[in-house]
């Protein structure tokens, strides 16, 4: 839809400094509180116990009193609310996602999941900074301003992921991290995923993460290999506060034992938490402070349909954590990672009143949700209308690719080959090589469906720049099933967000293609030769400007035309936007070529075709 703004609520958000005095003067009762909650069971996560019979006085959006609450002043504009013995917890706090991948703008995506309790988000905008470069910080950080949702920038350090092995559409070096720190549009490092430069030494690497240590903020990581020995006590020494990378209860244990914190990712494709939740419930008496949980990546169908963080809890507390301990790995754990602990994260005096009023904890039932002593939602709804952001023109035009032909997706061969293939696994993260006979016909390698064998290109549609030499790269993956005459194409594609197409036919793949050179960006599903469904993504060429629930029902829709198209698994958009993440092990594309990437290995480009 066209860019938009219109008026609405601005979130007031007062400091602990400015009104220390009158907080004080309504937890001794000489003055009237501006918000009391009455009677609720307290989810206690300083402690790990329920209270009963608490209340809660709050005064300019801060904690000022928790207890009996008897003489607490209650004035003529001191709002009353009875938690009727429900249980009272803090706001549920994200420590590490990306807001481009729920497809919907910070503003929409703030609407989409303070209605199920999360107040406070560490988000980072790599994606569209791959695009934009630095000024897409500083756009993100003011489209964010005036939200009741707390939302902490995490500084893109992997602009591109890894440079040298493809092309984004900017670079991130040191000189911007300290720029955006010194600015105040970043408040902590956003994750590092050149795991490879940290542990081998990259100058580059280590320049950006001096800029971070130097500037004081919490450095988050992605170390994504199976080597724990060697290479991840490296990376965390280098100053690495978290990582969410781990996939297995082994992996987030040894994490949590060198003092980095656990991120137990559980999104809408990489459902690791319940292999990783293992490490706790298999071990009665852990001390669990060094483990959290995070979502990274979910779509707007997730949230619209099974929640955010409350989600994430939920199904953390089906796998037999007890109810306590998720809700501390989303508070007063995730704060400590934060370091913001003074701030956020439990109901105590001195912190925002961040409050949720939830009638079944096991089930994660949240009725209200107080951000800095607003009621901003109730039963599932917000109750107050946020404003729209009116975003500069150049946000909305990130597509620079002329139109493609059949002939764009040919690959030449003369005589039979063994060429490279990714196999790709629905709801994981990484692929494995593979190798497959091919015959050429007329003269080219051709996707082959009855053996599950789909082209894929990764073509570069950032805006043209003279060290960019070259544009484009083919390969082949299996684990999709597509069918005869389909095709995929999306400008979302991590993190380079270069056009990934991926199809049966040549001429299916630049259908799709086309139709998002056209549209300006977005997801295209090519059916039988015909289009079948299509996402307009202008925001980046990764959002749109309309709300989750608009967005969550085109998710479906593109969803639905896959499932058309042969691939009978949920949500495997998102996996097939991993193709292009040359971090992650095995084998993966870039416009420049293919990368491999193996355990205790540095990244290298190799051939697709082995033998010639």
Not at 33 to 56: F, Y
Not at 231 to 253: D, K, N, Q, R
Not at 350 to 362: E, K, M, T, Y
Not at 532 to 547: C, D, F, T, Y
Request: proline share 5%; charged share 20%; glycine share 8%.
């Amino acid at each position: 839809m066209a860019n938009k703004h219109s008026a609405g609520y601005q979130h007031q958000r007062k400091n602990l400094y400015e009104v220390t005095q009158d907080v004080v003067a309504t937890a001794m009762g000489r003055e009237p509180a501006d918000l009391l909650i009455r009677s609720g069971r307290l989810v206690n996560v300083n402690v790990g116990r329920i209270q009963d019979g608490v209340s809660v006085a709050i005064r300019h959006g801060i904690i000022a009193y928790v207890g009996s609450s008897d003489h607490i002043q209650i004035g003529k504009h001191t709002r009353v609310v009875d938690a009727g013995g429900r249980f009272l917890a803090p706001g549920f706090i994200d420590t590490h996602d990306h807001v481009e991948s729920s497809m919907v703008d910070v503003r929409s995506f703030a609407a989409g999941v303070l209605p199920h309790g999360t107040t406070t988000i560490a988000c980072d905008n790599h994606e569209i900074t791959n695009v934009f470069g630095l000024r897409a910080v500083e756009l993100f950080h003011k489209a964010a301003e005036g939200l009741p949702l707390k939302v902490l920038v995490a500084m893109p350090v992997c602009v591109p992921s890894i440079p040298g092995f493809e092309d984004t559409g900017a670079r991130i070096t040191a000189s911007e991290t300290t720029e955006a720190y010194r600015q105040g549009w970043a408040q902590l490092q956003g994750e590092q995923m050149n795991f490879p430069g940290v542990i081998y030494g990259d100058p580059d690497v280590h320049a950006i993460t001096a800029s971070s240590l130097k500037a004081g903020v919490v450095l988050t990581g992605h170390y994504a290999s199976l080597e724990l020995d060697k290479g991840l006590p490296a990376f965390i020494a280098s100053g690495v506060t978290a990582c969410h990378e781990a996939t297995t209860a082994e992996a987030v244990m040894r994490r949590a034992e060198l003092g980095c914190y656990a991120q137990q990712r559980y999104g809408t494709a990489w459902l690791d938490m319940p292999n990783t939740i293992r490490a706790i419930t298999e071990n009665p008496g852990l001390d669990t402070r060094f483990f959290t949980l995070v979502t990274d990546d979910v779509t707007p169908a997730t949230i619209a349909e099974q929640g955010h963080m409350s989600r994430v809890v939920r199904d953390a507390i089906a796998q037999g954590v007890s109810p306590i301990q998720a809700i501390q790995m989303v508070t007063i754990n995730a704060a400590q990672l934060l370091e913001k602990s003074r701030w956020i994260g439990t109901i105590s005096p001195g912190r925002a009143a961040d409050i949720l009023i939830i009638s079944d904890l096991v089930n994660v039932k949240i009725d209200q949700v107080f951000a800095d002593g607003v009621l901003v939602a109730e039963n599932g709804k917000m109750v107050v209308q946020l404003n729209d952001y009116r975003y500069p023109e150049w946000a909305l035009h990130s597509v620079f690719v002329p139109p493609l032909s059949a002939a764009d997706f040919a690959i030449p061969a003369e005589k039979p080959v063994k060429v490279r293939v990714m196999r790709l696994f629905p709801g994981k993260v990484h692929t494995v090589e593979e190798f497959h006979d091919l015959k050429p016909s007329h003269g080219q390698l051709q996707a082959d469906p009855a053996r599950d064998l789909a082209k894929v290109a990764v073509i570069y549609r950032h805006e043209p720049r003279p060290e960019v030499k070259k544009t484009r790269e083919l390969g082949f993956v299996t684990g999709l099933n597509f069918k005869p005459g389909s095709a995929y194409a999306s400008t979302v594609s991590h993190d380079c967000h270069n056009l990934l197409v991926i199809g049966t036919s040549d001429e299916a793949m630049a259908k799709a293609a086309n139709e998002l050179i056209k549209s300006g960006g977005g997801l295209c599903v090519v059916v039988g030769g015909n289009v079948e469904a299509v996402l307009p993504l202008p925001l980046g060429g990764l959002m749109s400007l309309e709300s989750v629930g608009v967005v969550a029902e085109q998710v479906n829709s593109i969803e639905k035309a896959l499932k058309k198209a042969g691939s009978p698994d949920s949500s495997i958009e998102m996996t097939m936007s991993l193709l292009g993440l040359i971090v992650l092990e095995e084998l993966h594309i870039s416009n420049q070529g293919l990368v491999e990437l193996k355990p205790g290995q540095m990244p290298k480009f190799v051939d697709l075709v082995v033998n010639h």
